[in-house]
């Protein structure tokens, strides 16, 4: 029995580096960019202001290319030009932004 829980134990400990090695920033899925722009809208949508929603944000992304695309979408969605959104309407209008240049983009 205890070599079975050592076992695990040791599987799981291995295991974990190689999650982390394939791991992709936010920045690359489009579908992350939607959520995330959902939730500031929804932020906007509860009078928090962009400051709030930037530390929000900090606290939450530790990643350098995450926090950057994280801080465009919240610059995009509190810009005193851009029409109020309702969380379903960002979500949709940035995964769709995205998926647009992505497509447009050559693969390497």
Same mark, same amino acid.
């Given at each position: 029995? *205890?070599?079975?829980?050592?076992? !695990?134990l040791? !599987?799981?400990?291995?295991? =974990? ?30 009078? *928090?202001?962009?400051? =709030? !929603?930037?530390? =929000?944000?900090?606290? /939450? /992304? *530790?990643d350098? !290319? ?9 610059? *995009?969605? /509190?810009? &005193? ?5 309702? &969380? ?15 497509a447009?983009? &050559?693969?390497?």
């Amino acid at each position: 029995m *205890k070599r079975v829980v050592v076992s !695990a134990l040791l !599987a799981a400990c291995l295991a =974990q580096p190689a999650v982390q090695a394939v791991a992709q920033t936010v920045s690359d899925q489009c579908f992350a960019i939607g959520d995330i722009a959902g939730q500031v809208a929804s932020w906007r949508a509860h009078k *928090k202001t962009k400051a =709030q !929603a930037l530390d =929000q944000a900090a606290k /939450y /992304y *530790k990643d350098a !290319a995450d926090r950057q695309a994280v801080s465009a979408i919240i610059e *995009k969605i /509190y810009s &005193p030009d851009a029409p109020r959104m309702t &969380p379903d309407q960002a979500s949709m209008a940035f995964t769709s932004d995205c998926a647009n240049r992505n497509a447009q983009t &050559p693969r390497q």
